[in-house]
């Protein structure tokens, strides 16, 4: 601390204090002495109760941050943010191509989930999948290489928006509801090996009525697998209301004999507590929990929504400005002194400049190319011929 102020007395009496930029590097100076000297360490969050489904004791009201915590949690976010508003730029300039569905406004679930499990449970969910992608351990780089369809994509460019993957995450599906089956079969694999793992299974309000999803139900209760269901109810399935699409919009109680919670999906540390308390109970050998979380995006469904033809502009601008996640974050740190606006301001222009490097990469990187086209149909199988378009093309395929 006295090395950093005597600094900034050099600074504020040399001559270089009259240079261009001098100001600026007070700035710094300043910034660089309360991040050792005047911020507190942690602070204790009141957060939203949380709606209860067959539970006599729930996840609790308050939550600790530290410092480190709630500056990884922001950075997170807003790479995540930037990322989709590439994802936005470059679809519009027609570099990424075909379906692609952004997850901006949704931030706080991905990051919470992640902040509450550990890199060895596993994770599967719907299409709209770059937040969990980057939380699961996949660079910037990569993800935007893949929705650009080069070879250092994520899936080698192969994938594109719907199908990513990375270490204990399984994408990344297609067809809706699809991929809720498959996560109670991780599941069962964690139970069948006995290892203390766990299955995050995501869907949406909009897949949420359909039967295979209530046929998983009632396996994973008969077998007890370790798996959280997790609806993210952004109240729209497409370009539909929850209140058009469901008979009952409390999607934590449609397990009936599975215990669930409704959690505020806007905010970081409301998710965060209520995967603890759900990773824990399925831990325990309780068997699954559905956790239904209250979020909302900000852009439509995919890039060819233009999401104002269901909903109005004016709702979209309210929840920006009540409940966007980055802000709510910001709002606690600044207020509680876990961080300055400058030193927010300092993640911004850091998390700005590795976007643009990555789409910078992205936009370079090769194409794969065609002679790979049948590569990874099967892991680790002998090499084998893929008929190409037509009956005189082959391929092969190496795993």
């Known amino acids: ?29 300043v910034v660089a002495s309360r991040n050792y000297a005047d911020f507190a360490s942690e602070a204790t969050f009141e957060i939203k109760k949380h709606d209860l489904h067959r539970l006599e004791e729930g996840p609790p009201t308050t939550a600790v941050m530290t410092r480190e915590q ?38 706080a679930c991905c990051v919470g989930i992640e902040a509450g499990i550990n890199l060895t449970d596993h994770l599967i969910t719907a299409y709209r999948a770059h937040g969990f992608t980057y939380t699961r351990g996949a660079s910037v780089r990569e993800i935007l290489a893949e929705l650009t369809g080069r070879v250092g994509g994520c899936a080698k460019g192969k994938g594109g928006s719907m199908h990513m993957y990375a270490k204990n995450f399984y994408g990344g599906n297609g067809i809706v509801g699809a991929q809720v089956p498959l996560g109670a079969g991780i599941a069962l694999a964690c139970k069948y090996f006995g290892k203390d793992e766990i299955c ?22 008969l077998w007890k697998l370790p798996c959280i269901f997790v609806c993210e109810n952004n109240r729209y399935g497409m370009g539909t209301s929850v209140e058009r699409a469901a008979a009952s919009t409390d999607y934590y109680k449609r397990g009936d004999y ?7 999906g806007m905010d970081v540390l409301a998710v ?30 995919s890039m060819s929504d233009p999401g104002v033809s269901y909903r109005t502009r004016e709702e979209i601008q309210e929840v920006r400005s009540k409940s966007d996640p980055i802000t709510l974050l910001k709002d606690r740190m600044v207020n509680n002194n876990l961080a ?21 990469f992205a936009t370079t990187d090769p194409e794969p190319p065609l002679d790979e086209l049948g590569n990874y149909i099967y892991y680790k199988e002998p090499p084998f011929e893929v008929r190409g378009p037509n009956q005189w093309i082959r391929y092969k395929s190496v795993g």
Do not use: W
């Open 1 to 29: 601390m006295r090395k950093m102020l005597a600094a900034l007395s050099r600074l504020l009496q040399g001559p270089a204090a009259h240079r261009p930029g001098a100001v600026s590097e007070v700035a710094r100076v």
């Open 70 to 107: 709630g500056l990884q949690y922001y950075k997170t976010m807003q790479t995540i943010r930037r990322m989709e508003l590439k994802a936005d730029q470059l679809y519009k300039q027609k570099i990424i191509r075909g379906f692609c569905h952004l997850y901006d406004g949704q931030e």
């Open 200 to 221: 995050l299974t995501l869907y949406g309000d909009g897949a949420a009525n359909q039967g295979q999803i209530f046929e998983t139900y009632n396996m994973a209760a």
């Open 258 to 264: 599975i215990p669930g919670i409704r959690v505020d």
């Open 272 to 301: 965060r507590e209520a995967t603890k308390f759900a990773a824990d109970h399925c831990r325990s050998g309780k068997g699954p929990v559905v956790m239904e979380l209250q979020t909302y995006r900000y852009h439509g469904h």
């Open 340 to 360: 300055s606006v400058e030193e927010l301001k300092e993640i911004d222009v850091e998390v700005r400049k590795e976007i643009e490097d990555a789409a910078q």
